[in-house]
């Protein structure tokens, strides 16, 4: 098993053989193109959870007014089960399945996860400099997209 040590080379391979920067500006865009991932990960997953809470609060609005009735009951139970007791009595509650919803929802998130293992090969070539633009990217996407998470 071969042993992983921080390098700061610049002749580091991007996901393909022949995406290898070697020169100065291809070494700064690939800086500048890892950032703005990184910044672009962040912001899917708040981009998800916004778009979710909105398309559900839609689908909510929608149903007959029987149905909201068994809704809001469910939703109430669930905010109640602070208590050993109220947890022990029931099935957690969850909202029902709606296709739009689920499936943008699933899309977003497999399209984040996706993302976030290409940042984490990059991070495995020991790269510093890679690893840093990434570092600083997360944090900006953070500052930038974490209150709406």
């Known amino acids: 098993i071969g042993t992983f040590h921080w390098t700061t080379h610049e002749a580091n391979t991007l996901w393909l053989s022949g995406w290898i920067p070697t020169m100065e500006d291809q070494y700064l865009s690939v800086f500048l193109g890892l950032f703005l991932m990184a910044i672009l990960a962040r912001g899917l997953g708040a981009l998800n959870i916004h778009l979710t809470t909105s398309l559900r609060t839609r689908d909510y ?5 029987s149905m909201k009735h068994n809704y809001a009951i469910a939703s109430n139970v ?3 089960r602070n208590s050993r007791a109220n947890i022990r009595a029931g099935m957690p509650w969850a909202p029902p399945f709606v296709w739009s919803t ?11 996860h996706f993302l976030m293992f290409l940042l984490t090969m990059i991070v495995m070539t020991g790269n510093v400099q890679y690893f840093v633009s990434i570092l600083l990217g997360i944090f900006a996407g953070e500052m930038i997209f974490g209150r709406l998470r």
Not at 61 to 65: F, H
Not at 102 to 112: A, P, Q, V
């Open 61 to 65: 609005n929608q149903l007959p007014l």
């Open 78 to 80: 669930v905010n109640k």
């Open 102 to 112: 689920d499936t943008l929802s699933s899309i977003l998130t497999t399209l984040e």
